[in-house]
């Protein structure tokens, strides 16, 4: 069975700099994985998504994920944090077309 | 991609009562889940909502508990029922797009008191 694994529960940044959320999966296939975002009473956002294409994907406001097979890793960076980048950040895979797994979540504090 | 409209927003609930929460798609689709999303918590599956079977629910979520509809393939129902304090909780209904990933309603934050 397909899981994932946040590194970080909480992970504090300065404003102005990276961001690295961690996260590693475990499945017996070429997962599907994703990357979502969950602003302070607001719904879930996708961030991403890797499905085997490039191994490096570009999302939205800046942030990216590389999919690294060798250390079964899908690591979330952004290069600059922004204040309104502190939110809930979800590591997700998918095998197929069964139900999205989603991590325990890593909540990103920005302090400026 | 798919939009999804969820049903109520939020409630307070009187514990031994039951609510029942709605999700609507603006287009047919084969598959829809629930979720709880416990304070503080991570998602977790309730339930898969086939059209024209029964849900397929996880370990830990019973039908009895949380019987579900899908009588067409743009609409689903979850209900919570006999509700205790520890129900407390955001549910949400996903779809499973094409190409976008997948789609989340806004969710209900649900209160038992």
């Known amino acids: 069975a397909q899981s994932v694994t946040q590194l970080d529960s909480h992970v504090s940044v300065s404003e102005g700099t990276p961001v690295l959320l961690r996260c590693n999966y475990s499945?017996?296939?070429?997962?599907?994985l994703f990357w979502y975002v969950q602003h302070p009473n607001k719904g879930l956002q996708l961030l991403l998504k890797?499905?085997?294409?490039?191994?490096l994907v570009k999302g939205i406001n800046g942030f990216e994920a590389e999919f690294k097979k060798s250390e079964t890793s899908f690591h979330l960076t952004k290069p600059s944090a922004h204040m309104s980048d502190a939110a809930e950040y979800f590591c997700v895979v998918r095998k197929g077309n069964t139900p999205l797994v989603f991590g325990k979540g890593t909540r990103l504090s920005v302090i400026a | 991609s798919a939009v999804i409209s969820q049903k109520p927003s939020r409630d307070i609930c009187q514990r031994g009562t039951s609510l029942t929460i709605q999700c609507q798609v603006d287009s047919q689709v084969t598959m829809m889940f629930w979720y709880r999303q416990q304070p503080g918590q991570s998602l977790t599956l309730i339930a898969t909502?086939?059209?024209?079977?029964?849900?397929?629910?996880e370990s830990g979520f019973v039908i009895d508990k949380f019987p579900i509809s899908r009588p067409n393939l743009t609409f689903s129902t979850l209900t919570v029922s006999n509700m205790s304090p520890e129900d407390s909780s955001i549910y949400l209904c996903?779809?499973?797009?094409?190409?976008?990933?997948?789609?989340f309603g806004s969710g209900t934050r649900l209160t038992v008191v």
């Open positions: 996903s779809v499973a797009g094409l190409r976008e990933g997948y789609t």
């Open positions: 890797y499905t085997s294409a490039a191994t």
């Open positions: 499945s017996s296939y070429s997962p599907s």
């Open positions: 909502a086939n059209q024209g079977s029964e849900a397929t629910y």
